[in-house]
């Protein structure tokens, strides 16, 4: 993952882990095969305890109707949901069996307008029980954010 220095948003970088981190992601690429990620074109940049980026090659598809040039607000809460998952995929214990969002609040701050790539950026802020409660961001060209959200997952764990 990107340094305190070199990240586009410092915070994520230095934020201190609040929950017992479990097994990292160990191949990013399973994440980029699933249908999922193939269908709107992202992939996984990076992961590590309870964090993950991803990028989103923009295409023609991708952007609102109306003649705008604007990344359409479906696709961009279509990533968010799946960044903060990628950051809780990657702090889950070994017996968790799946996960799912509960709730997914998206604030469009400005209109996302970039030449050819979305990078997401999505932390797990605090774990406690079956919740986890993330936050999300996306990056326009320019290094700001032009979208985030905070969101709640549940995760599933093997009974015993």
């Keep these: 993952m990107s340094g305190p220095d070199d990240s586009p948003c410092p915070q994520l970088a230095s934020a201190p882990q609040r929950f017992e981190p479990g097994p990292l992601l160990a191949d990013a690429s399973a994440w980029d095969q699933t249908p999922f990620f193939k269908w709107m074109g992202m992939r996984v940049l990076d992961a590590e305890a309870g964090r993950g980026r991803l990028v989103l090659d ?34 889950n214990h070994p017996d968790t069996v799946g996960q799912v969002t509960l709730s997914l609040n998206v604030e469009y701050l400005a209109p996302m307008m970039v030449a050819r790539q979305i990078i997401g950026e999505g932390e ?37």
């Design 58 to 91: 923009v295409q023609d598809h991708h952007r609102g109707g109306g003649g705008t040039v604007a990344v359409n607000g479906g696709v961009l809460a279509y990533m968010l949901d799946a960044v903060v998952g990628l950051a809780v995929h990657t702090s």
């Design 124 to 160: 797990v802020v605090r774990r406690g029980g079956s919740l986890a409660f993330v936050d999300g961001r996306l990056y326009a060209d320019d290094g700001s954010v032009a979208c985030r959200a905070h969101a709640v997952l549940r995760v599933f764990r093997r009974r015993a």
